[in-house]
């Protein structure tokens, strides 16, 4: 006989019907006669109920059997009179798979902080939280590429070593073999990469983007999901080095298209775990609320988690020029009673997150795409405005989040690409193939890059990047 799963037995209705049941422990209660364990299994959120009587089962199996203890259960199935579940396994055999001792067992049946879970990250997937997480992150993973096979783009696996630099902010692990502690240098003293494993000087990619414009300008509409990687020493709650990435690219479109594709994206996206993984978003709602309680009053969240996704289903994107954002900003009461960290002070500035912010969440009240933004302030490939200062850029800006889309229309025109590239003492040498494009068959095009973990943090409710990616990647982080 098989085993049958958490997920499927908890919904049958199949009474007297004898199941095989595995899973680990999440609680046991003994009491004189009868033994109640809560099964999980991790295909759902919910536990199946196991009833053991002690005059059927030895009793002192369960001196072995505590919170964390693999078990296989072999029972009958039982129409359950409890309110919380349909059945439960009233078990006939119980093996005890792997023993889990209390006193060394660090996930126990209580409150642990989300900073003690970091720690235990190869355990933490045993907890609620965790599994209902995990579980969302697949649901979404999946939805991304469904959402792009349905409208006939074209999955492309760009390079993860590359010898480029997408976003042209250096922020560049290296890939090497050289020997570190015998570094083979020049006449002039600088490291000789000639002699490295690839012959020249190469990173981790930051973007898979570059690439996917290869592949766009024959297949039309093609996009990458991979990881991308960031040596930038900010140790905030939305920054990883290693994250992952949906980065669409599309032919014969504008910036105007490409703020469509990334609303309708977005709204599918949210919709689509609304769907299909309405138990976990329960369950996290309720996450959010317990954590809201224990704020001060005037810094709570008057949403529930289900609003905010409902927020962003329901309200059409607001869209202006960061020249207009800019006006907002000098002139917000934010600004004027000093609230932010930092004051916009003239045009021209980065906008932080408490910038994009304030736009979203007390302005205009609905998700915003800014436009036209300095070109100082964006990355080489973008497309130049007449206006010869401001380039066709788009941020998506999201409550809690900030930016969670960066994306714009390329520069296609040969010349002003090759200006650009210049003007910024870019090495024209390792781009000859990107700068080939605009010279074969060059047209306008458009993509964007979704930063897939600022996603799960916002369906999910949670407050750190840390805890919607298995295993965080960050500055003087890398255990697991
Ligand atoms: O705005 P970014 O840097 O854009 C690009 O890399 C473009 N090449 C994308 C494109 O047009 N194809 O990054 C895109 C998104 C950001 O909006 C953010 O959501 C996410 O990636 N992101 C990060 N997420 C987690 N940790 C980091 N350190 C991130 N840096 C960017
Ligand atoms: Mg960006």
Redesign the pocket.
Known sequence: MKRIEIATLIQSEEFGKEVIVMGWVRTVRISKNVAFIALNDGSCLKNAQIVADLSVIEPTVFDRIHTGTSLKIVGKLVESIGKEQINEVHATAIDVLGEANPDHYPIQPKKHSLEFLRENAHLRFRTNLFGAINRVRHHMIFAIHKYFNDRGFYNIHTPIITASD??GAGEMFHVTTLNLNNIPKTQTGAVDWSQDFFGRETNLT????LE?ELAALALSKVYTFGP?F?A?N?NTS????E?W?I?P?VAFSDIHDNMDLAEDMLKYLVQYALDHCAEDIEFLEQRLINEEKSKPQNERSTMTLRQKLRFVLDNTFERLTYSEAIEILKNSPDQKKNKFVYPIKEWGADLQSEHERYLVEKHFKKPVILTDYPKEIK?FYMKQNPDGKTVAAM?VLFPQIG??????QREENYDKLLQRINELGMSKKTLWWYLDTRRFGTVVHS?????F??LMLFITGMGN?RDVIPFPRTPKSAEF
């Open positions: 997408c976003e930051v973007s898979g983007q996917a991308t960031r930038e900010s939305r920054h990883l080095a994250f990435m980065e690219e990355a941020d930016e969670i889309i960066g994306g714009s993509g964007f890059g979704l930063g973990e600022r990047i």
